[in-house]
């Protein structure tokens, strides 16, 4: 009798458009000297509307809570990424040096409006309102690379990378005002503005070695990522992280012929947590399961192993491979769920309902 149960009936409906164009342009500009230029550009518009029945009880005979609400969701946005790579390559064999440098926009814009009666054990309570959501940003990057040539069947890669980003999320909600007739009321709790700031500096080196059956790779980096957060309304609070990683990675691939061989590769990677996973203004979009962002995140660390065994029968049309995959992640960045037992504040005063 102490178990928590939720029964829920819904109906939705989603409308998504993506558009996507991608182009590439290649210059030989003589023998030594190459450029690439790839630039990408999506748009997408998305609708959603949603009616949602849900109830909560204690062990199935004490009514905890129930709602009815109806939430509907328009946004646009949009990305333009663009890669230019310089690539000159010298009279000695192997040795080359490249650039790339990277560019980024991106913008989106969402209008939604809710409508819910939610029954609590001690009130009944009723929400009538709109949000929007301004949010976009930009991105830079520069990948410099040099390789040298080692003996006959080895070469020697030294590189150079740093990026930044920027992000920037609006929130303003507004509840309906009987005195006004229209949704004039400004409601602090559920409006936010955040700002979010990562910056990338990585050096590393890898080293080749390739026979004819053999090839092995083993490289190691150095990353130092700053990631600052800042927080404009409806208070101001700052907040820094530094992250200092090693970065190694290796691969091998043996060929027992030209049917048969086996790979394998691990790498490390970090990833920074998103400005909607940061940013700890409360969506109540369903009263009965409200969510908020968590400006406290550090970044992802991951270790990652693939390996694989083929063989390939042509002649047959046979194929058979058996694929082994590693993953290991510090800092996972995940979702946590907490019940509240009896009513509760969070936040700068949102009510958090008991079973909710």
């Known amino acids: 009798d102490t178990n928590q149960f939720y029964d829920e009936i819904s109906e939705s409906e989603t409308e998504n458009y993506n558009h996507r164009f991608n182009a590439r342009l290649e210059w030989d ?11 990408r550009l999506n748009f997408q518009t998305n609708n959603y509307d949603s009616d949602v029945g849900g109830i909560t009880y204690l062990g199935r005979e004490t009514l905890l809570n129930n709602t009815l609400n109806t939430y509907d969701d328009h946004s646009f946005g949009y990305n333009f990424n663009n890669d230019l790579l310089y690539r000159h390559s010298f009279s000695k064999r192997g040795r080359t040096f490249s650039i790339n440098v990277g560019t980024g926009l991106n913008g989106s814009e969402s209008d939604n409006s809710l409508q819910a009666i939610n029954q609590y054990s001690s009130r009944t309570d009723s929400i009538n309102q709109v949000s929007g959501t301004e949010g976009g940003g930009y991105s830079l990057s520069a990948n410099l690379v040099y390789t040298e040539p080692i003996a006959s069947n080895g070469q020697l890669s030294i590189n150079y ?5 920027k992000s920037e999320s609006d929130k303003e909600t507004f509840n309906y005002s009987e005195e006004t007739n229209d949704y004039t009321d400004f409601d602090t709790l559920l409006s936010n ?5 990562y910056l990338t500096n990585r050096f590393g080196a890898n080293y080749r070695y390739f026979k004819s059956k053999v090839m092995l790779m083993g490289g190691l980096a ?11 309304f409806p208070r101001e609070a ?25 790979f394998a ?9 998103g400005i909607s996973q940061l940013q700890n203004v409360v969506d109540n979009s369903d009263p009965l399961n409200i969510t908020a962002g968590n400006p406290a995140l550090k970044q992802e ?18 194929f058979f491979f058996v694929m082994l995959y590693l993953r290991n992640t510090q800092n996972y960045i995940s979702s946590s769920s907490l019940i509240a037992t009896r009513d509760t504040i969070i936040g700068d005063g949102i009510v958090m309902n008991r079973g909710s």
């Open 29 to 39: 500009i003589d023998s030594f000297n190459s450029i690439i230029i790839r630039p």
């Open 161 to 165: 990378r740093s990026s930044y980003s």
């Open 193 to 197: 503005k955040f700002d979010n700031d």
């Open 222 to 232: 150095y990353q130092r990522a700053d990631l600052i957060s800042t927080q404009t």
């Open 238 to 262: 700052d907040l820094e992280h530094s992250f200092y990683n090693f970065l190694p990675s290796a691969m091998f691939r043996y060929r027992f012929s030209r049917s048969t061989n086996l």
């Open 265 to 273: 590769f691990y790498r490390t990677s970090t990833n920074a947590p």
């Open 301 to 318: 660390y991951s270790n990652m192993l693939v390996s694989r065994y083929s063989i390939t029968n042509t002649d047959k049309s046979k």
